[in-house]
């Protein structure tokens, strides 16, 4: 399950007692993932494998820029699908998604996203996924959809994705901090680094555009409610994901009021009290129910109350969009990684 992660990752500095405390244990997993990173054997796919990753726990835009570069590719005539772990689903693979009977309990809620978009494989084991894609001879490419720092499968084009809010937190590795290994380690396994939002004067991608030796660029969040517009409507907003403040700030610059919200972990399972609370809530407050889609998607096949959520909520859609010169680089990073990897 995905760790649920500390808000004081993102406002202790290093004397926090907390990050003193926890130092020891962020050395032993560096330790242990650099260790990793060396005694690997990476397997070399005969596809192209773009990996989208991020340096730190928690959510920073991973899937919208995975389903990005997705469209890219149809539009350059490729075929390309998703690998993915399939997190908070109980199948380890490899098998195709089926969007149209999978559920979010089997699959995982981004795999479900994923499939509606390309062919989705989720795997555990990523190399088997990998091999399995290659070997029903439908797909161009594979876009894999988190496993930056995974190092058994050898990658054509690897893209870090960074919170341009939140930033990189207060620097330390997990447990003490967000970061999933020393930064210079994940340097070395990026390409380069897409910074979602704070606009062109953030201070975290002026600090990258600094210290990282590879292309930094720009982008931003963009929503769009499959249901209608939200502009002056009154919504209850609710998601189970790693970063909420990105999703009601996307309500707020689509215009929508929100009178109340309700939070929970990362991947949350709704149960029939969640469902029936939020309904009563929306219901004294005269609101609509607005979730993502990932959320969306976990109510998929659910009965009862859980059913009567997902009928009665619209969700939020986010595409992440590029200005002109960067959506360019971007394109001029993907075209290499189209010549076949083996």
């Given at each position: 399950?995905?760790?649920?992660?500390?808000?004081?990752?993102?406002?202790?500095?290093?004397?926090?007692?907390?990050?003193?405390?926890?130092?020891?244990?962020?050395?032993?997993?560096?330790?242990?993932?650099?260790?990793?990173?060396?005694?690997?054997?990476?397997?070399?796919?005969?596809?192209?494998?773009?990996?989208?990753?991020?340096?730190?726990?928690?959510?920073?835009?991973?899937?919208?820029?995975?389903?990005?570069?997705?469209?890219?590719?149809?539009?350059?005539?490729?075929?390309?699908?998703?690998?993915?772990?399939?997190?908070?689903?109980?199948?380890?693979?490899?098998?195709?998604?089926?969007?149209?009977?999978?559920?979010?309990?089997?699959?995982?809620?981004?795999?479900?996203?994923?499939?509606?978009?390309?062919p989705t494989m989720v795997a555990r084991d990523r190399p088997a996924g990998a091999r399995a894609i290659a070997a029903a001879k439908s797909s161009t490419h594979i876009i894999m959809d988190d496993g930056l720092q995974n190092p058994t499968l050898a990658k054509s084009l690897t893209i870090a994705v960074v919170d341009g809010v939140r930033g990189l937190g207060n620097g330390e590795v997990i447990p003490a901090g967000p970061l999933r290994a020393p930064l210079d380690v994940q340097f070395d396994l990026s390409d380069a680094i897409v910074v979602n939002g704070g606009g062109d004067n953030a201070a975290i991608l002026q600090y990258l555009r600094a210290t990282f030796p590879g292309p930094v660029l720009s982008a931003a969040v963009e929503p769009e409610l499959d249901d209608g517009s939200l502009a002056g409507a009154r919504v209850v907003a609710y998601a189970g994901i790693g970063n909420p403040s990105r999703f009601t700030a996307s309500l707020k610059a689509a215009g929508a009021e929100i009178v109340a919200e309700r939070f929970f972990k990362d991947h949350h399972a709704y149960c029939e009290d969640d469902a029936r609370d939020l309904v009563r809530l929306a219901a004294s407050a005269g609101a609509r129910l607005v979730t993502t889609q990932k959320d969306l998607v976990r109510l998929k096949g659910k009965s009862g109350a859980l059913a009567d959520l997902a009928e009665r909520s619209g969700s939020l859609r986010i595409v992440l969009a590029f200005d002109v010169r960067d959506l360019a680089r971007l394109q001029e990073l993907i075209d290499p990684a189209t010549i076949a990897a083996g």
């Open positions: 399950m995905p760790l649920e992660e500390p808000s004081w990752w993102y406002g202790a500095d290093a004397d926090d007692p907390r990050v003193k405390a926890l130092k020891p244990a962020s050395r032993i997993f560096a330790w242990a993932g650099a260790r990793r990173l060396r005694n690997a054997k990476p397997y070399r796919s005969p596809l192209p494998v773009i990996c989208i990753g991020n340096f730190t726990a928690g959510g920073t835009g991973k899937t919208p820029l995975s389903l990005l570069i997705a469209r890219l590719l149809r539009a350059r005539g490729h075929s390309p699908a998703f690998l993915t772990r399939g997190y908070s689903g109980r199948r380890s693979g490899p098998v195709w998604v089926n969007p149209t009977i999978d559920t979010a309990r089997e699959v995982g809620d981004e795999s479900l996203l994923l499939a509606e978009a390309a």
